[in-house]
């Protein structure tokens, strides 16, 4: 039988691909090793130890880190003791955990991308990308808000985490390029 | 029930078929033995990791369609609960607050001032005298795929007292819960639900449904009732023609039309028709045809029949015995009332003609009257005036109806129309019936 007479990169080959892995075995096969390569390239440990030593040089800052996934935040959050806000954070509890952020209560909040729009987020200086998606409008809304120092002294920072030889490192690179091209113009 | 992106069919001539699978297919036998055998080993597990599970599961080359759909009515058979030792927002909060003081809290200790994390848990697991572990594990207890598989089936986590179940409700949103044979959770349990399953899929863009059934009718009609699904019922004969009388009747013919000007854009009506269907493989004969609406823009709409040879089985209850919300909360109002008249079931089909009626309750006054109580939970304009007219013409003077206001179809088009309409918004008060029994009822032949 032959299960590769469609080219994964042609034009619509992803799409083919995709529709593939609900039936065809061998299809879905490699739909699950693709989903836990780009799991394992979100997640890797040693985003961890980069971001601890992150927190060590900015824990007297106030920092958001930013996941793409909430397993990753839910981690995160476990890991450094850090608060924490997902789509699946009720609403009470999210506006508590932002008003805490807001009056300095907490320093440091960690989240998936639901900060992305409609909620007002309180100014951080220092921004911690840990994984996103490509696109470029999310990027630079991302942007927009934490680039605000916090005081005179210090510049904000923005920081991005990838982990090299994976399909990240191209994702950043094309996103980055979007953010200049829209400078520019 | 199958989600509708799980639903699997194929259209072809103006008909749509489910694609059922073969029970004694050996593929898709192991599939389901496996699948059993995950939510057993995941029983007392967080929902999550079953999810994952599932998720990364590719057995014996059978479609993944079929492998969630399988997955989905096991997961209808699931509880899933928060298993935490203190409240998950309370731990949080003081975690969030002990760390605040104490960042930066790091993985690798440096010669700095720094914190490892499991001093903070265990001074806040401490302050709410629990262990560390159940500190850790029950921070974030509460998110969704962090809940606990506390049942499965019949089958209890160690420790999780077994919630009685309350039975039999029907809500507006045709999502009921009703009696269920007692079934355990085996192979051919499963496959037989999914094919059951494939086939109320496709009902759920069902716009009208013709039953016929020439046994178990009291069974039916109840389900009928108890999905609020709007009926018409005819006797027929042994062939499935129409006949002018009752009492020489083999079977009945029922009409139930899903009114798209009520309904439209809105699955409602046509999940109630999925609800209904598994009542009629209790029957050893039945058929049913169906108008599938195909295609939305147009009102297209394609046929879908099913009868007993389609080795469909049921896991319904055939004990009549169940009630719609409504009839047995009116049921406990009266026993709890100050009344003479009183309230029994009412098992007997009443003639209309042509057409039947079944209606739900009689009540009975000691000096010999009598009065019919229908409820009518889901109707449309032309529905009800179909029934009134019916009604007139079939001179039962002492049928009382009960309408449902709840549904937005204007009632105030009625108001006054029918002195034997009784109008209800949430429940039927049993005074408001005594007053109409007054009224109507006739004496006792």
Not at chain 1, 34 to 47: V, Y
Not at chain 2, 241 to 268: M, Q, V, W
Request: aromatic share 8%; proline share 3%.
């Amino acid at each position: 039988m032959d299960n590769h007479d469609f080219d994964i990169w042609k034009e619509r080959g992803y799409q083919e691909f995709l529709k593939r892995s609900s039936y065809d075995p061998q299809g879905r096969r490699a739909f699950v090793a693709k989903q836990r390569a780009e799991e394992i390239a979100r997640t890797a440990e040693k985003k961890l130890d980069t971001l601890d030593n992150l927190l060590k040089r900015h824990h007297d800052d106030r920092t958001i880190i930013f996941t793409a996934n909430n397993d990753f935040a839910y981690d995160i959050s476990k890991e450094f003791v850090v608060p924490c806000i997902t789509h699946q954070t009720e609403t009470d509890e999210r506006t508590e955990i932002l008003e805490r952020f807001r009056t300095g209560e907490y320093s440091m909040l960690v989240t998936s991308q639901v900060l992305d729009e409609g909620i007002d987020v309180p100014a951080a200086n220092v921004g911690i990308i840990l994984s996103g998606s490509a696109s470029k409008r999310q990027y630079a809304q991302r942007l927009g808000r934490i680039l605000r120092p916090t005081d005179d002294r210090q510049p904000a920072r923005l920081y991005e985490i990838i982990t090299d030889n994976t399909k990240e490192q191209y994702v950043s690179t094309r996103r980055r390029q979007g953010v200049s091209t829209s400078a520019d113009g | 029930m199958l989600t509708a992106d799980l639903a699997r069919s194929r259209t072809r001539n103006g008909t749509v078929q489910p694609l059922f699978i073969d029970v004694g297919d050996p593929q898709y036998r192991e599939t389901a033995a496996e699948l059993i055998q995950i939510f057993e080993d995941h029983i007392g597990e967080p929902k999550g990791e079953l999810e994952e599970t599932i998720d990364q599961l590719t057995i014996a080359d059978t479609d993944y369609k079929i492998v969630q759909g399988l997955a989905k009515l096991l997961k209808d058979e699931c509880e899933f609960e928060t298993v935490a030792a203190a409240e998950p927002q309370d731990i949080r909060q003081l975690l969030f607050q002990k760390s605040n003081k104490t960042y930066p809290i790091v993985r690798q200790p440096t010669l700095g001032e720094d914190t490892q994390k499991l001093e903070v848990y265990s001074t806040v697991a401490d302050k709410l005298g629990i262990s560390l572990e159940e500190c850790y594990r029950g921070m974030y207890a509460d998110l969704d795929d962090n809940k606990r598989l506390v049942q499965f089936g019949h089958r209890v986590s160690d420790g999780h007292e077994d919630s009685a179940k309350t039975s039999t409700t029907t809500q507006l949103t045709g999502d009921s819960e009703e009696s269920y044979a007692e079934d355990a959770i085996t192979v051919d349990w499963l496959l037989t639900r999914y094919n059951l399953a494939l086939a109320q899929a496709v009902l759920y863009d069902a716009t009208r449904m013709q039953i016929r059934v020439w046994d178990s009718f009291g069974t039916v009609f109840s389900y009928v009732k108890l999905f609020g699904l709007m009926h018409r019922i005819y006797p027929i004969d042994g062939a499935g023609n129409r006949i002018a009388d009752t009492d020489a009747a083999d079977g009945y013919e029922a009409i139930l039309d899903g009114p798209a000007s009520l309904f439209s854009k809105s699955r409602k009506y046509g999940i109630r028709m999925a609800n209904f269907l598994p009542a009629l493989p209790l029957c050893d004969r039945w058929e049913m045809e169906a108008e599938i609406l195909g295609d939305e823009a147009t009102g297209n709409t394609v046929a879908f029949d099913l009868d007993h040879t389609d080795d469909l089985s049921s896991h319904y209850s055939s004990q009549g015995d169940f009630d719609s919300d409504v009839e047995r909360t009116l049921a406990q109002k009266w026993e709890r009332a100050n009344t003479d008249w009183e309230l029994v079931r009412e098992d007997d089909v009443l003639d209309l003609g042509a057409e039947v009626m079944i209606p739900d309750f009689a009540v009975e006054h000691p000096d010999g009257r009598r009065a019919i109580l229908e409820v009518v939970g889901l109707w449309t304009p032309e529905y009800l005036d179909d029934r009134l007219t019916k009604i007139r013409e079939a001179d039962a003077d002492n049928l009382l109806l009960a309408v449902s206001e709840r549904l937005d179809c204007s009632s105030e088009d009625f108001e006054g129309m029918d002195d034997r309409v009784l109008w209800f918004k949430s429940g039927i008060h049993v005074y408001d019936v005594v007053e109409l029994a007054d009224e109507h009822a006739t004496e006792m032949s």
